[in-house]
């Protein structure tokens, strides 16, 4: 079979809205990493009046709780993984997508009104049901619309839309802050999802059915789909019982913390890392995170396209993503050293290679499940893997806060640098090579 592409570019634009809502996805979430490094917010979330002293205590009190809140949209965000991914194979990508929207977007605008913790824990709850939806649908939407050997390509071009939400953040959110206060923030990045409802809503179908796709396009998607057919229904605990679908866990589990990680502590680490020769704050953020996430895309792309490219060579799938994956660990061990310099510019080098090198690890995750699982179970396979990497981020989150308090950055950087190498080992050992699960096992589990 040829290899080459028909003139039909209809699936990219496709992509083109995934990568929008996976922006709006990250600006929805990553605003509160932001707005917690304003001084009056946290005295609101502390109880104390505008006026009060922000003691060293009450700072160290704060992370603390902060981290708490964290876990807390951690914990639903888990939840609404394992939940969404089932109901979008049950109820299709296009609804079940738009639920999700609908949700986080009432989420956002609804943090606006928050007057302590608590309220801002509860907020953080519902957005984290809400944004579950984003990554298993945006996953499968890719597995119905693009060939096998096109995906790691466009999961890496949506993917990319997450970095392009934290650099949307850092540009936005400080600006809102300081010239309308920190509600502000809240409010403006919480009404873009409802414009995103309808955009996507008008947008999206199967490639069958859209009248935008030419028969040439329609051909090719279909002539590339090589996946074994999947019986109606299989269950979670039947998933469960496939090495492919730990392997899967095991690379989310491992990696995705560290990512949250960055997203919730990075503008707190630059402000208040005490071994930098600079620190910077809501008014000089931009700049540098401007550099970190465009790094960061062009990591999601270029892993993205280099496994495609390895696959184009004739490497088998399994040799071409574990590659890649490789380069990408290989890249994260140098950020043990970040809370260490004193040099500005090296952490941000050091913390671009980084979330680049985890961008590019996470394109290529998301390539297991439609490698390895036939389409109608790829929503619930990657929620699986979603939930198994919210679990991890539980956990660090629960702990990163008093970590950092008592022992400075350094631990979670070390921890940072090592879990990619780990992960990838595991993955080896389960699966030495990527074999998609028979469709004879996938009827045999069904029954």
Same mark, same amino acid.
């Given at each position: 079979?040829?290899?080459?592409?028909?003139?039909?570019?209809?699936?990219?634009?496709?992509?083109?809205?995934?990568?929008?809502?996976?922006?709006?996805?990250?600006?929805?979430?990553?605003?509160?990493?932001?707005?917690?490094?304003?001084?009056?917010?946290?005295?609101?979330?502390?109880?104390?009046?505008?006026?009060?002293l922000?003691?060293?205590?009450?700072?160290?009190?704060?992370?603390?709780?902060?981290?708490?809140?964290?876990?807390?949209?951690?914990?639903?965000?888990?939840?609404?993984?394992l939940?969404i991914?089932?109901?979008?194979?049950?109820?299709?990508?296009?609804?079940?997508?738009?639920?999700?929207?609908?949700?986080?977007?009432?989420?956002?605008?609804?943090?606006?009104?928050?007057?302590?913790?608590?309220?801002?824990?509860?907020?953080?709850?519902?957005?984290?049901?809400?944004?579950?939806?984003?990554?298993?649908?945006?996953?499968?939407?890719?597995?119905?619309?693009?060939?096998?050997?096109?995906?790691?390509?466009?999961?890496?071009?949506?993917?990319?839309?997450?970095?392009?939400?934290?650099?949307?953040?850092? &540009?936005?959110?400080?600006?809102?802050?300081?010239?309308?206060?920190?509600?502000?923030?809240?409010?403006?990045?919480?009404?873009?999802g409802?414009?995103?409802?309808?955009?996507?809503?008008?947008?999206?179908?199967?490639?069958?059915?859209?009248?935008?796709?030419?028969?040439?396009? &329609?051909?090719?998607?279909?002539?590339?789909?090589?996946?074994?057919?999947?019986p109606?229904?299989?269950?979670?605990?039947?998933?469960?019982?496939?090495?492919?679908?730990?392997?899967?866990?095991?690379?989310?589990?491992?990696?995705?913390?560290?990512?949250?990680?960055?997203?919730?502590?990075?503008?707190?680490?630059?402000?208040?890392?005490?071994?930098?020769?600079?620190?910077?704050? &809501?008014?000089?953020?931009?700049?540098?995170?401007?550099?970190?996430?465009?790094?960061?895309?062009?990591?999601?792309?270029?892993?993205?396209? &280099?496994?495609?490219?390895?696959?184009?060579?004739?490497?088998?799938?399994?040799?071409?993503?574990?590659?890649?994956?490789?380069?990408?660990a290989?890249?994260?061990l140098?950020?043990?050293?970040?809370?260490?310099?004193?040099?500005?510019?090296?952490?941000?080098?050091?913390?671009?290679?980084?979330?680049?090198?985890?961008?590019?690890?996470?394109?290529?995750?998301?390539?297991?499940?439609?490698?390895?699982?036939?389409?109608?179970?790829?929503?619930?396979?990657?929620?699986?893997?979603?939930?198994?990497?919210?679990?991890?981020?539980i956990l660090?989150?629960?702990?990163?806060?008093?970590?950092?308090?008592?022992?400075?950055?350094?631990?979670?950087?070390?921890?940072?640098?090592?879990?990619?190498?780990?992960?990838?080992?595991?993955?080896?050992?389960?699966?030495?090579?990527?074999?998609?699960?028979?469709?004879?096992?996938?009827?045999?589990?069904?029954?």
């Open positions: 079979m040829q290899n080459t592409a028909p003139t039909g570019t209809y699936r990219w634009r496709i992509v083109a809205v995934l990568f929008l809502a996976t922006t709006i996805n990250y600006i929805d979430r990553q605003v509160l990493s932001f707005t917690m490094t304003d001084e009056l917010f946290r005295r609101e979330m502390l109880g104390l009046g505008p006026d009060d922000l003691t060293p205590e009450a700072i160290d009190r704060f992370r603390i709780q902060y981290g708490d809140v964290v876990a807390a949209f951690q914990f639903t965000y888990a939840l609404g993984l939940t991914g089932y109901l979008i194979d049950r109820i299709g990508t296009k609804r079940g997508f738009s639920l999700g929207i609908l949700v986080w977007s009432i989420a956002g605008v609804m943090t606006t009104f928050v007057q302590s913790i608590s309220g801002l824990a509860l907020a953080r709850t519902v957005l984290g049901i809400g944004e579950a939806a984003n990554f298993p649908s945006a996953i499968k939407t890719v597995s119905i619309w693009f060939p096998k050997h096109e995906r790691s390509f466009a999961n890496g071009l949506f993917n990319a839309g997450t970095n392009v939400g934290i650099i949307l953040t850092a &540009l936005l959110v400080p600006y809102l802050i300081l010239h309308f206060g920190w509600r502000s923030s809240f409010f403006v990045t919480g009404i873009l409802f414009f995103l409802l309808i955009l996507w809503w008008r947008t999206y179908t199967r490639p069958e059915y859209s009248n935008a796709v030419s028969p040439a396009e &329609l051909a090719y998607i279909r002539q590339r789909d090589d996946s074994p057919q999947a109606e229904k299989i269950s979670w605990l039947n998933l469960l019982s496939y090495k492919q679908t730990w392997a899967l866990v095991i690379g989310k589990f491992l990696a995705d913390p560290i990512w949250y990680f960055y997203m919730i502590w990075l503008p707190d680490f630059f402000k208040s890392n005490d071994a930098l020769d600079q620190k910077l704050d &809501l008014s000089s953020f931009g700049l540098p995170f401007l550099i970190i996430y465009v790094v960061s895309d062009a990591g999601s792309i270029f892993f993205g396209w &280099l496994s495609t490219q390895f696959m184009h060579r004739g490497w088998s799938a399994n040799r071409a993503r574990k590659t890649t994956m490789l380069i990408c290989l890249c994260v140098p950020i043990f050293t970040v809370a260490q310099t004193h040099s500005l510019t090296m952490a941000i080098a050091l913390i671009s290679l980084a979330t680049a090198a985890h961008q590019g690890w996470s394109a290529n995750m998301y390539t297991f499940a439609s490698d390895l699982f036939p389409k109608s179970v790829v929503g619930s396979v990657m929620g699986i893997g979603g939930m198994s990497g919210a679990v991890g981020g660090l989150a629960q702990q990163s806060g008093r970590i950092i308090t008592a022992f400075g950055y350094l631990p979670m950087f070390i921890i940072a640098s090592c879990a990619y190498l780990v992960a990838l080992i595991i993955i080896h050992f389960l699966l030495p090579k990527l074999e998609p699960v028979s469709a004879e096992e996938l009827a045999g589990a069904a029954v």
